[in-house]
């Protein structure tokens, strides 16, 4: 496509790289952002720009914050000595959908996988151990993602607060509500048998 | 969510406004945009302040381009007396695909909508008349869309263009290449039918 100008060619290689953006999808938002008035192109940029300049990760959780403490941990009416383990600041937002979690996170950013070479030491868990050998935390809920590299990491992490006598717990598998049984696959219907509630 | 710091807020919102991009999927681009090291999540502000600013449309077919004329236009061995009028440059990329095309090009920037209270004058169609009435032109092509908008706009050029004594075609219709008679439409069927060639 040599005859489109250079700098159109970039912004569409930029936008491929975004993930699940293809390439014909990258063409149609350069050409849209092209479209755009002066003001709200230019706009966009800054807002990449500023975000980028201006938030940083919680000190405490490694939540994306734009203060040194994310207002999760800066919220004095949350339970310090709860912490939930997230796989990324994605997982805060879900959890915090629920509206019924009343306790601090901390951001893994990443998760174990051999298959992409991410080792535990690449991933923030040496922070976690910080934050609990500190002292102040009870209980450790895991709440990786229900796959493998979610499970694995879930794993290995709650092996090494063994020592610490902390309470580690994780997300409840099962039927999802307002599903319907017949959707629902094997493997999460075993653990919602095995996970079975008296009534 | 005001629990994310604002800014990165504001770059949800940016990537939500971009088109067939929802809420959720704008999360997820923000998200990797703020994973990204530093020099990369500028580098992508910067191509799109670049592409804005360096880009404009050409002179003569108003497609983009980085100098006064695009590189169709400028390409002396292309016959600047045909002229493919396109509704936007991505016409203008889909007709280069073919390899096949030889002319010139115009790009009208939008189609007559009277659903979307786009008339006639929103588009580029003066221009085109323009470039007619010079005397230049022997044949102009209508390559618009093959829907609602898009025939009524080519009719209406057409019309315009009567008086001129210029040659006026349209892409044929018919049953596409590789395609299966199975999954043809019935319109389309019908227009392939219509325009049958002698073998």
Do not use: W
Request: charged share 25%; with cysteine.
């Amino acid at each position: 496509m040599d005859f489109f100008p250079s700098a159109l060619d970039n912004l569409i290689d930029k936008f491929a790289t975004l993930p699940g953006i293809g390439r014909k999808t990258a063409q149609r938002l350069a050409f849209f952002v092209m479209s755009l008035p002066d003001e709200e192109a230019i706009s966009f940029a800054d807002a990449i720009t500023e975000a980028k300049n201006s938030i940083e990760y919680c000190a405490i959780c490694l939540n994306l914050t734009d203060g040194e403490i994310c207002v999760v941990c800066r919220d004095t009416g949350r339970d310090a000595g709860i912490v939930c383990v997230v796989p990324d600041s994605k997982g805060v937002l879900a959890i915090e959908r629920s509206h019924e979690y009343k306790g601090r996170y901390h951001v893994l950013h990443g998760v174990i996988s051999p298959m992409n070479s991410i080792g535990p030491d690449d991933i923030r868990i040496k922070e976690l151990m910080a934050r609990v050998s500190d002292g102040d935390v009870d209980e450790v809920i895991m709440a990786t993602n229900p796959d493998t590299e979610g499970e694995t990491t879930a794993r290995y992490i709650s092996r090494l607060l063994q020592p610490f006598g902390v309470k580690v717990t994780r997300l409840a598998y099962g039927i999802p509500v307002g599903g319907s049984l017949e959707f629902v696959d094997d493997a999460t219907l075993m653990r919602a048998l095995e996970g079975r509630l008296e009534m």
